[in-house]
């Protein structure tokens, strides 16, 4: 799977949006974003993945650069409870293929 | 979202004991999960992938005789640390990935946190 790269930290505001870059600049035309996040002291929590489309759910945003080089996770309006470490993993969407987990980024949400 | 769920939570054993953690995928079937540790501070890193009715295959460095992987159905796996020492003692995590029909992304149980003392 292609490697990824994210700032380890960042901050932002309560009820303002906060916005997650990740550079995947070696992807491949099969792999697709997906993010995850971790609350302290639990397992990672699905939040979004997409092929090429930006895709929308009820937690999050996913924009992907046309080159598909680059992306950003989008939370629309932070609350205290998103304050977690988010992954970027790209990977083949097949069903027997793990996540390969890089740093992260730990996102602190303050009031 | 599918739901895996592992247990115990929490465990404390002595040193040289062995301990057993449960996966379970309670609402898909699973015909692959994954192992991980998480020590703290840092990124999940994969230990072994389990295979339902067959031997686990398990990542560099990780002794599979010391980590005894048995996936004996299609939404059960277990981890057992056996002869713990301190060392081992981290936050372990499952994953199954639910299948074509649910969108193949990959749902994680609760974590164990195993301290051996």
């Known amino acids: 799977d292609a490697k990824t790269t994210q700032p380890p930290s960042m901050d932002c505001a309560e009820g303002r949006a906060a916005n997650l870059p990740c550079n995947h600049s070696t992807i491949s035309g099969n792999e697709y974003v997906y993010w995850y996040r971790q609350i302290h002291s639990q397992g990672p929590q699905y939040i979004i993945h997409?092929?090429?489309n930006n895709e929308t759910n009820e937690m999050a945003s996913l924009i992907i650069t046309e080159d598909r080089k680059s992306s950003t996770l989008i939370l629309p309006h932070a609350t205290l409870r998103d304050t977690a470490v988010y992954y970027c993993?790209?990977?083949?969407?097949?069903?027997?293929?793990?996540?390969?987990f890089g740093g992260g980024t730990r996102l602190m949400v303050k009031p | 979202g599918a739901v895996v769920s592992q247990h115990p939570s929490r465990v404390i054993c002595k040193s040289g004991t062995s301990v057993k953690i449960e996966c379970r995928s309670l609402?898909?079937?699973?015909?692959?999960m994954f192992w991980y540790r998480q020590f703290p501070k840092q990124s999940l890193m994969l230990m072994a992938t389990?295979?339902?009715?067959?031997?686990?295959?398990?990542e560099q460095g990780v002794e599979k005789d010391k980590f005894l992987i048995n996936h004996a159905s299609l939404t059960l796996s277990t981890l057992t640390v056996t002869s713990a020492h301190p060392e081992d003692s981290s936050f372990y995590i499952c994953?199954?990935?639910?299948?074509?029909?649910?969108?193949?992304?990959?749902?994680f149980g609760q974590g164990t946190r195993l301290t051996v003392v």
């Open positions: 997409g092929l090429k």
């Open positions: 993993i790209v990977r083949v969407n097949n069903a027997g293929n793990m996540l390969t």
């Open positions: 994953s199954a990935i639910s299948g074509a029909s649910m969108g193949t992304e990959a749902f």
């Open positions: 609402d898909f079937q699973a015909t692959t």
């Open positions: 389990s295979n339902e009715g067959s031997k686990a295959t398990y």
